[in-house]
């Protein structure tokens, strides 16, 4: 079956969709300013059974966020404890209002608080004030925040996804690498570590230190507790599974327990003076330590050297849980209005002093577990953490460094890969395990930034490679009447002799991605190797002397006897597959006209060409190849103008399929373009069909030639290949 209705032209699908969008654009315009805020949607149908699960949920994670957030702010970010804590209750107070997901608790995050306290101590100098690097932290989020909103509003959350998974999952592992290296010297009291520094130089700055004398209580505090903590996590919820499925929540409240626990030993001994340890110290009472932070311009410029990686990183981790739990728990989140809701969250938490927040991957998984029901877990996870701040701080004092860094060490094998991800990257894609392993091998031997920057960088690449050389065939028809890649590999079937080619003269030919400027060139060439390697030239002979210098044909042509292609047929027509096409853009439109042009001076005479699978979309725009009278009549090049076609004097292009008349014949626009889709099909079968009885009937002399040359030593010159 052939396409019977003649296709809009782009500028018409446009004008029609212009219209359709003037019609529609108070009712779209209403939906657009509801969907900002999401909680519109199913507040109004909140209940107690729901309620009852957002508190319980509200309550663990807050058990869980505060050890975190102190931990995070003092020992990764760098910041006093107390900003830790106003960058979750504020994120989390209103990111409740926008939410579109109810697993995602937004707050400090491992990852982003590393980051961001490597960032402050590249971008300030060494002798900044504890106020200076507030404010700079502030100031980072205000910007980030602004970057993510406008990104959401205009719904360009699409460029999160040129960032691959491995990628992601390289530079996380990585990080979390590096957090652990970085809180090692912590956790054994070990002072007079630079831990901004690669992980490499930490871990040996950290050995040298061992053997120079450890704090022997900071030692004592954070092994024990560290310890502590992977018992109450593993053996819990081994005893979930053989005793009572409740114990598993005791398991998650294990940062707290812990933290309880060694602070009251803290407390105990304070006064003994033989005892000595690192605590966190004074953290003010409620929100006496807000800071604002500075959003000029001119101080903007120190700001925006930071920002694309903080970015990067904010909308990766937040996307990327928020995702991952809505397919868990059976939702889907928008992740537009995602990146509007962190973002909003960053500019509001800015003016308290919060540095840059994010979705947490460790609490999102306990608040999901612990059967949250709606956003509003996170609003009441947000107050409880505010009263803390005005009922906890004395307390908050007595925590040792040292226990923190064996709550971060804990919760940072969360992030680190298993072995089994790995294998599983290098066994399905060996470019997205590279990905990976460039992620992970950067940001050990340098920072997060530069492994950001390498990572996204490579995956650009691949990107662009995989446009540029996408998978080009020749297709033979399998036995289940599939068209498949003529080599048979990876079918499953168990010779190449059960592949049926395409009748003598015909070729069938596949590119497996969008006909576009990157990848036109590559196109062309292979569809000349294709069609030199299976096919007889029967254009004009030239004479040694007049051939074009870049003119291999003799070489080709040597090299094609030696393979034993003593007998070829003549070509007919190429039958072109579409179906993995979704875009075809001008450079794609001449590159199919250049290609006419050189199939017919390679066969000497007019070549069919079909078309299967079309998109519509594209339907007009392909419809020009039958259409045009030669590639130099759409060329755009400064040459172009003036410049003739040189097809065969006996086959001119402008006579393909007997579509264009002479001047003098004019015939309708309509009706051309209607005559022009008998080359377009639905199936390769159909097409291969109607080319192969039109071309009969055009060429029924045709049998195979065999490969020789004039006793001059004279060859036929092959334009076909030496154009490209």
Not at 83 to 102: D, E, N, R
Not at 566 to 580: E, I, K, N
Not at 653 to 663: A, R, S, T, Y
Request: aromatic content about 10%; glycine content about 8%.
């Amino acid at each position: 079956m052939s396409y019977q209705r003649v296709p809009q032209s782009q500028i018409q699908e446009i004008r029609a969709a212009s219209n359709k969008l003037v019609k529609d654009f108070p009712q779209l315009s209403k939906q657009y300013l509801l969907g900002l805020f999401p909680i519109i949607d199913w507040l109004p149908r909140y209940n107690l059974q729901w309620l009852t699960g957002d508190f319980i949920a509200g309550i663990t994670v807050t058990l869980v966020a505060i050890p975190q957030a102190i931990a995070y702010a003092s020992r990764l970010a760098l910041l006093p404890p107390e900003y830790g804590l106003y960058t979750s209750f504020i994120g989390l107070l209103v990111y409740a209002l926008f939410a579109t997901s109810k697993d995602v608790t937004i707050g400090t995050t491992a990852v982003l608080s590393l980051l961001v306290g490597q960032t402050v101590s590249n971008v300030l100098p060494a002798t900044a004030s504890v106020a200076e690097r507030v404010i700079f932290s502030a100031s980072l989020a205000f910007w980030t925040g602004i970057l993510e909103t406008i990104i959401g509003l205009f719904r360009m959350g699409i460029i999160v996804d040129f960032v691959p998974i491995p990628v992601i999952a390289g530079f996380t592992s990585g990080a979390g690498i590096q957090i652990i290296i970085g809180q090692l010297p912590a956790l054994f009291g070990i002072k007079g570590i630079n831990t901004n520094n690669a992980p490499y130089q930490v871990l040996g700055d950290w050995g040298r230190g061992l053997s120079a004398g450890i704090s022997k209580y900071d030692a004592i505090l954070g092994i024990t507790a560290l310890a502590f903590i992977l018992l109450l996590k593993y053996g819990l919820d081994y005893a979930s599974k053989k005793v009572a499925n409740w114990l598993k929540y005791i398991g998650y409240l294990r940062n707290a327990i812990v933290l309880i626990i060694y602070t009251g030993v803290s407390f105990a001994i304070r006064n003994d003076k033989t005892i000595k340890f690192s605590v966190v110290g004074n953290i003010p009472y409620g929100l006496s330590g807000i800071i604002q932070p500075n959003v000029s311009l001119s101080y903007a410029g120190d700001v925006f050297r930071a920002l694309p990686t903080v970015l990067i990183v904010s909308l990766l981790e937040h996307l990327a849980i928020g995702k991952t739990y809505g397919r868990l728990n059976g939702y889907t989140i928008n992740p537009n209005q995602e990146l509007v809701a962190i973002g909003v969250t960053n500019i509001i938490s800015s003016f308290v002093g919060a540095y840059p927040a994010t979705g947490s991957f460790s609490r999102s998984a306990i608040k999901s577990a612990s059967g949250v029901r709606t956003p509003f877990a996170s609003f009441i996870t947000g107050v409880l953490v505010v009263i803390s701040l005005f009922t906890l701080t004395g307390s908050m004092y007595y925590i040792p460094n040292a226990v923190l860094s064996a709550i971060i060490i804990a919760a940072i094998g969360e992030l680190l890969s298993n072995l089994k991800v790995v294998t599983t990257l290098f066994e399905v894609e060996l470019l997205d395990f590279v990905g990976f392993c460039i992620a992970l091998i950067v940001t050990f031997f340098s920072n997060i930034e530069n492994a950001i920057y390498a990572s996204v960088a490579y995956s650009l690449l691949v990107l662009i490679i995989r446009v540029a050389r996408p998978k080009i065939r020749v297709l033979s028809r399998a036995p289940n009447g599939a068209w498949v890649d003529e080599s048979d590999e990876g079918y499953g079937f168990d010779s190449a002799a059960e592949v049926t080619s395409a009748p003598e003269g015909i070729l069938v030919f596949k590119i497996d991605e969008s006909l576009t400027y990157p990848n036109s060139s590559f196109f062309l060439t292979s569809l000349a190797a294709a069609v030199l390697e299976r096919f007889e030239y029967a254009g004009p002979s030239v004479a040694k002397g007049d051939r074009m210098w870049n003119d291999n044909t003799e070489t080709r042509l040597l090299e094609r006897k030696r393979k034993g292609l003593q007998s070829l047929p003549l070509l007919r027509a190429v039958v072109f597959d579409f179906s993995a096409i979704n875009h075809v853009d001008f450079t794609g439109l001449q590159t199919l006209l250049d290609a006419r042009e050189d199939l017919e001076r390679f066969a000497g005479r007019r070549v069919e060409m079909h078309f299967v699978n079309v998109r519509r979309r594209y339907l007009a725009t392909v419809l020009r190849v039958p259409l045009a009278s030669s590639a130099a009549s759409i060329d755009c090049t400064p040459a172009a103008p003036g410049v003739k076609g040189t097809g065969s004097a006996s086959f001119k292009v402008g006579n393909f399929g007997g579509i264009l008349k002479p001047k003098a014949n004019t015939v309708n626009e309509e009706a051309r373009r209607r005559d022009a889709l008998k080359y377009f099909h639905v199936s390769v079968d159909n097409a291969i069909l109607i080319a192969d009885a039109q071309t009969k009937s055009m060429y029924p002399q045709d049998d195979h030639v065999e490969i020789v040359t004039a006793g001059n030593g004279d060859f036929a010159s092959e334009e076909f290949i030496k154009s490209f």
